[in-house]
């Protein structure tokens, strides 16, 4: 006959989620994990604008880097540049994707809000 030596202990925070194990506490410290980003004005940041099909099955997609901003930010910025290309965007890992090829567009629309912006790539 064998006893099982397993100990579960169901310990419920005051978010509702189950702990399975906790070694300093049970508290919620999810607020001290988030990466706080600097606001940078847009002046000083440098954004590559690059028309990219790798991963898309042939499809073009302009993709701008190099911002650090708060997701709030990026996502009034993706806005303005979906309506003034026509199309449709995402931001993925801090990158804004334009569907479409629209580089020198974009270009224009980025130096025109304050930032430093160059087209990458062949």
Known sequence: ???????????????????VYSEFGNFDNSAALERALPEIPPSQQNIRIQASRKGRK??????ITGFQEKPETLAGLLKQLKTQCGAGGTIKDNEIEIQ???GPKLLEILTKLGYKAKISGG
Do not use: A, D, L, P
Request: glycine content about 10%.
């Open 1 to 19: 006959m064998t006893t099982s030596k397993h100990n579960s202990t169901n310990v419920n925070n005051s978010t509702g989620k189950r702990v």
């Open 58 to 63: 042939g499809k073009t997609v302009t993709v």
């Open 100 to 102: 479409g090829e629209h």
